[in-house]
């Protein structure tokens, strides 16, 4: 079981932003920026092109969800979306809050916040993503 999985069936706290059946998307431990968030399948699976055309497709809807709620929980220039997904082995989507291109460059040191903040960004994009 990968540690998104543990974390999208709650063995392993995380700062949830939002949620379905199928998705979970919460705080990135280690943001680029305030907001920084990572959306997954609840179904394990390693490879997002491995998933099933349909169910890409409600992946990114989802996404497009959690986005528009970052872009009003701070406002940005754009929510950049980035997959990588060599870290860690369960499909994953980064979603950024940008000011700039620079935002969205993986190589810049994270940002280290405490706990009540992280809780406090998480409540606030929850709450667009939940209106």
């Known amino acids: 079981m990968s540690l998104f999985t543990k974390i999208a069936e709650g063995e392993i706290p995380s700062y949830k932003c939002a949620e379905n059946d199928e998705?979970?998307?919460f705080l990135d431990i280690n943001p680029?920026?305030?907001?920084h968030t990572l959306v997954?399948?609840?179904?394990?699976?390693?490879?997002?092109?491995?998933?099933e055309d349909?169910?890409?497709?409600?992946?990114e809807v989802f996404a497009k969800k959690v986005a528009v709620a970052i872009k009003k929980a701070f406002p940005c220039k754009k929510v950049g979306e980035a997959v990588l997904?060599?870290?860690v082995?369960?499909?994953?989507i980064h979603l950024i809050p940008m000011q700039g291109e620079k935002d969205m460059n993986?190589?810049?040191e994270k940002l280290s916040l405490p706990s009540e903040e992280m809780q406090a960004i998480a409540d606030k994009i929850y709450q667009e993503f939940s209106k």
Do not use: Q, S, T
């Open 32 to 35: 680029l920026v305030k907001g």
């Open 40 to 51: 997954i399948p609840r179904r394990e699976v390693d490879y997002i092109f491995d998933m």
């Open 54 to 59: 349909d169910e890409l497709a409600r992946f």
């Open 106 to 108: 993986f190589a810049n």
């Open 89 to 92: 082995p369960h499909a994953h």
């Open 85 to 87: 997904g060599l870290e």
């Open 23 to 25: 998705f979970y998307a």
